[in-house]
């Protein structure tokens, strides 16, 4: 069930520029993780961020948690039209797993 | 919304058993349904991808022969672990693909199976 909120739905963006998506939840959570769908093919996991992390990199990516307002967002630096997917989050409460409505994002080349 | 269902939700079976789980697309049509697992505290892992009137396509490391997909409907798919061992025990979440798939198609997920095998 598509539990948490994922913001924006859709992002259109230019080779070069920045991503960032927003992902919400509303319970505690263990840790949150970001998952990217490419087109035809199953998720792909990205990045694990713990409860007691506030943020993370690998390579172009950076996610930030903040417990405080039950949220996480996931940066994108310096776009390629190869990143273009669509984006999800999922937050690990311990019993499991739920997942956010993902971001659609299109970077033009 | 659309919803994804799964069945049975959690399972506990012995050691040498078969166990299927069923995803249903509830109020649409799926050509692409797609398996995980996860282990406690780790990420999701693909395991493969139903089609609907074709075999799965298992990702590698995945047993075919052990992990069993079935995609007999367009909006059914099942998996069926045989002879189940402890190793087996994971949350198994399923999620099916509404229209084109890929960036066009929208992805709705299961809420997942927990096995436990004694």
């Known amino acids: 069930s598509q539990q948490g909120e994922e913001d924006p739905q859709a992002l259109s963006i230019q080779e070069g520029e920045n991503a960032t998506m927003n992902c919400s939840y509303k319970?505690?959570?263990?840790?949150l993780q970001w998952y990217r769908q490419n087109s035809g093919r199953g998720l792909v996991h990205l990045i694990l961020?713990?409860?007691?992390?506030r943020e993370k990199h690998s390579g172009r990516l950076r996610v930030t948690l903040d417990t405080s307002k039950k949220s996480s967002s996931l940066l994108i630096t310096a776009s390629r039209a190869a990143d273009t997917a669509s984006y999800f989050c999922?937050?690990?409460?311990?019993?499991?797993?739920?997942f956010g409505g993902g971001t659609r994002l299109m970077v033009k080349p | 919304g659309a919803v994804v269902s799964q069945h049975p939700s959690w399972v506990i079976c012995k050691s040498g058993t078969s166990v299927k789980i069923e995803c249903r697309s509830l109020?649409?049509?799926?050509?692409?349904m797609f398996w995980y697992r996860q282990f406690p505290k780790q990420s999701l892992m693909l395991m493969a991808t139903?089609?609907?009137?074709?075999?799965?396509?298992?990702e590698q490391g995945v047993e075919k022969d052990k992990f069993l997909i079935n995609h007999a409907s367009l909006t059914l798919s099942t998996l069926t672990v045989t002879s189940a061992h402890p190793e087996d025990s994971s949350f198994y979440i399923c999620?099916?693909?509404?229209?084109?798939?890929?960036?066009?198609?929208?992805?709705?997920f299961g809420e997942g199976s927990r096995l436990t095998v004694l």
């Open positions: 999620s099916a693909v509404r229209g084109a798939s890929g960036v066009d198609g929208e992805l709705f």
């Open positions: 319970t505690s959570i263990n840790n």
């Open positions: 961020i713990r409860s007691n992390e």
């Open positions: 999922a937050t690990d409460a311990g019993n499991m797993l739920t």
């Open positions: 109020d649409f049509q799926a050509t692409t």
């Open positions: 139903s089609n609907e009137g074709s075999k799965a396509t298992y």
